[in-house]
T-cell receptor
Framework: QKEVEQDPGPLSVPEGAIVSLNCTYS??????FMWYRQYSRKGPELLMY????GNKEDGRFTAQVDKSSKYISLFIRDSQPSDSATYLC?????????????FGKGTLLTVNP | DGGITQSPKYLFRKEGQNVTLSCEQN?????MYWYRQDPGQGLRLIYY???????QKGDIAEGYSVSREKKESFPLTVTSAQKNPTAFYLC????????????FGQGTRLTVV
């Protein structure tokens, strides 16, 4: 079983839809959870950064972490064509010198006008 | 304008040649990273450095080398020993010291011809 699983999609939605993106993981030591947005041929952009379980909201974006189920989600409300990109989940564990991130493979999202 | 600068954006290399990818950051971050991104593979860690004059191998270090002589700079050399070097290379940095908010540059696309 891979450490982080993410459905690669592609996912296609109409403009204005609510988008749900998800990742599951197997390593219960993960404590920091991130979502990145990556446009084609560009570097990933950090969207959301959360610690442990709970919700975090930033504008149209909400990140949820359920550590008991080893499941994280990113919700995008009122989706826009400019949200069309690949979304990558990433996670890490704290302590010592371990700063390594483990990434999902990314979900390609298209928002159609 | 703070950030991470990777150069060049596109790079072509003949088989058997070494090539060096540049990465500079002015964020005053202690930690720097190199990732490789291939279609369907997600991001894989090549090398990382938590402090000047120190670096560690990541998951796929074979055929690569790095140096960290200055806090701002973390160049990556792709050697002729790397069997499949064509990929998108991403440099990243974070504050370090347990902070795992990682920020990325815009990437270098390396093509072996």
């Amino acid at each position: 079983q891979k450490e982080v699983e993410q459905d690669p999609g592609p996912l296609s939605v109409p403009e204005g839809a609510i988008v749900s993106l998800n990742c599951t993981y197997s390593n219960s030591a993960f404590q920091y959870f991130m979502w990145y947005r990556q446009y084609s041929r560009k570097g990933p952009e950090l969207l959301m950064y959360t610690y442990s379980s709970g919700n975090k909201e930033d504008g149209r974006f909400t990140a949820q972490v359920d550590k008991s189920s080893k499941y994280i989600s990113l919700f995008i409300r009122d989706s826009q064509p400019s949200d069309s990109a690949t979304y990558l989940c990433a996670m890490s564990y704290s302590g010592g010198s371990n700063y390594k991130l483990t990434f999902g493979k990314g979900t390609l999202l298209t928002v159609n006008p | 304008d703070g950030g991470i600068t990777q150069s060049p954006k596109y790079l072509f290399r003949k088989e058997g040649q070494n090539v060096t990818l540049s990465c500079e950051q002015n964020l005053n971050h202690d930690a720097m990273y190199w990732y490789r991104q291939d279609p369907g593979q997600g991001l894989r860690l090549i090398y990382y450095s938590q402090i000047v004059n120190d670096f560690q191998k990541g998951d796929i270090a074979e055929g690569y080398s790095v140096s960290r002589e200055k806090k701002e700079s973390f160049p990556l050399t792709v050697t002729s020993a790397q069997k499949n070097p064509t990929a998108f290379y991403l440099c990243a940095s974070s504050m370090g010291r347990g902070n795992t908010e990682v920020f990325f540059g815009q990437g270098t696309r390396l093509t072996v011809v």
